[in-house]
T-cell receptor, first 112, second 111 residues
Framework: DQQVKQNSPSLSVQEGRISILNCDYT??????FLWYKKYPAEGPTFLIS?????DKNEDGRFTVFLNKSAKHLSLHIVPSQPGDSAVYFC???????????FGTGTRLKVLA | DVKVTQSSRYLVKRTGEKVFLECVQD?????MFWYRQDPGLGLRLIYF???????EKGDIPEGYSVSREKKERFSLILESASTNQTSMYLC??????????FGQGTRLTVV
């Protein structure tokens, strides 16, 4: 049973526009959320995170929003660049159990 | 910089072989994880360990076992490799809370 879901397997966006990647989770015990970026043949790399006590965290072009009541988070990339083309994974942690669960991934393609 | 090293980038093994995937981290992190990545399924947690000699099953432990004899090393063992275990295997390490650091991955093909 997938506890963390990314319902869009792929997304295409024009360069300079906003990319919005979505993630839904089912377990209300998750208390920390992260986004990772992955290129082919490499391990994922950390992008940005948010604690469950916040609803927004910003780092340069990347902003993560958390809606706890809807069990939903999103990653906004503004402006999108061709180098952002990769697979993006959201992840959720239940710090009481050490378990670190990833979503199914969304492949973002930024068109020049 | 945290370094997480997986012993092989590419492996080809025969059905029924016992396969060892090794992962070493240099940051003294307590938590270590093994995932497999498959198209459309994302990263699925196989096993994790939060201390030496401690291990917990993830979401898909069947057909796998793990060993953590030393803090820096976490091994994934395929007891009898099968073709459905052909996948990209990723090792990760984390501090008690916070971001995960991944190895470069091992692409395993079972023929």
């Amino acid at each position: 049973d997938q506890q963390v879901k990314q319902n869009s397997p792929s997304l295409s966006v024009q360069e300079g526009r906003i990319s919005i990647l979505n993630c839904d989770y089912t377990n209300s015990m998750f208390d920390y959320f992260l986004w990772y970026k992955k290129y082919p043949a490499e391990g994922p790399t950390f992008l940005i995170s948010i604690s469950s006590i916040k609803d927004k965290n910003e780092d340069g072009r990347f902003t993560v929003f958390l809606n706890k009541s809807a069990k939903h988070l999103s990653l906004h990339i503004v402006p999108s660049q061709p180098g952002d083309s990769a697979v993006y994974f959201c992840a959720a942690i239940n710090s009481g159990t050490y378990k670190y669960i990833f979503g199914t991934g969304t492949r973002l393609k930024v068109l020049a | 910089d945290v370094k997480v090293t997986q012993s092989s980038r590419y492996l080809v093994k025969r059905t029924g072989e016992k396969v060892f995937l090794e992962c070493v981290q240099d940051m003294d992190h307590e938590n270590m994880f093994w995932y497999r990545q498959d198209p459309g399924l994302g990263l699925r947690l196989i096993y994790f360990s939060y201390d030496v000699k401690m291990k917990e099953k993830g979401d898909i432990p069947e057909g796998y076992s793990v060993s953590r004899e030393k803090k820096e090393r976490f091994s994934l063992i395929l007891e009898s490799a099968s073709t459905n275990q052909t996948s990209m295997y990723l090792c990760a390490t984390t501090p008690p809370t916070g971001e995960a650091f991944f190895g470069q991955g091992t692409r395993l093909t079972v023929v």
